[in-house]
Every structure is written in C-alpha cells, then in structure tokens.
C-alpha cells in the first residue's frame, strides 16, 4: 500500500509540474539577464524564436521546476544545441560574448533533449515569443504583447533605435513579469 501511494504521489506532482507555464527570455545583454528581452510563455517542449540578431546574448528561465531544464539553440530552430540550464529555480545563461542563440526552449528532462528528433524539430514551424520586455528612458518597464512574427522584427528595430513612442503602441500585457 506504502509503495502504491508513492508511486501516485510522485505521478501527480510530475503532473502539476508538467502543466506549469513558464516565463523565458532571451536578451541583448552578454554579461547579465537583464535589459531589453523577447520572452516565451509556455508550458514546455515548445520550440521559441527567433528574435532580431542583437537578442539572444543570454536566456533566463524563471523558476524552472525540479527535473526540468531549459535549453538555447543556434540556427534556423531548436536543432543546433548550444547550452543547457537545469533546475530549480531561476536559471540565467550567459554567453558573455560567444554565441548567441536565435532558439530557446524548457522541458522536463526525462523527455530528452529537442535536437534528438531533428526531423520533427525541422518540420515544426517555432512558436513567435509572446511578449516583449523594456525599460524606457524614464526608467518605467513596460511588457508588450507580441502578436505575430512580423511585429518581432518591428519590436527590435523600434527597440534598438529607443523609439519608445512607437512602442508604446503595442498592447500591453496583462501580467507583468520581472525585468
């Protein structure tokens, strides 16, 4: 009886674990996880990306359950591994000027890494971030709603030349998330 009850234990918090979204982010800064970011909300094995080129430089993902990890790629999708972080709790990886990755995605471990099931990875067209995160030159940090993978590119460009007017005219995101 003792055994049948763990063993049920141990099934429903892995459960309530793999329906936990999480909040990921990819950002322009190298040595740190802070600034500018595109970030993903999701509840895992979800393929996200790409972001304009000044992205990518490091990724944290916050609160990553126990048994999970969170991975960044290079390349066209989640096929070109390049680090991984494992949790608990809040994971940054930085590249500190290396590679930067145009991918990132978190899972829980005991399903294997993305990139061994390329052709599924190939095939499968990655989920666009769905928010963007900045401070503007007053110090506010907003959070913006991403939409499609058009105003991805629009973001970066507004993002890059500080033109905080125009991004000002994205919606904004209902929860804000730390900067």
Not at 28 to 49: L, R, Y
Not at 133 to 154: L, M, T
């Amino acid at each position: 009886m003792q055994i049948a009850f763990s063993f049920k234990l141990t099934a429903l918090l892995a459960l309530i674990g793999a329906a936990q979204a999480l909040h990921y982010c990819a950002y322009t800064n190298t040595i740190s996880c802070s600034g500018d970011s595109f970030c993903c909300d999701d509840g895992g094995a979800e393929c996200c990306g790409p972001w304009p080129t000044a992205w990518g430089w490091s990724a944290q993902f916050e609160n990553l359950p126990a048994g999970t990890q969170g991975q960044g790629y290079t390349g066209s999708a989640c096929v070109d591994f390049n680090f991984v972080v494992f949790g608990p709790g809040t994971q940054c990886h930085k590249s500190g000027g290396g590679t930067r990755v145009t991918h990132i995605n978190w899972f829980h471990s005991p399903t294997g890494k993305r990139s061994n099931n390329e052709t599924e990875t190939q095939d499968r067209e990655c989920a666009t971030p769905s928010s963007f995160q900045y401070e503007d030159d007053h110090g506010v940090q907003h959070v913006i709603k991403i939409s499609s993978k058009e105003e991805v590119e629009i973001i970066g460009k507004h993002a890059l030349e500080k033109n905080y007017a125009a991004l000002s005219t994205f919606p904004k995101c209902e929860i804000s998330f730390q900067v």
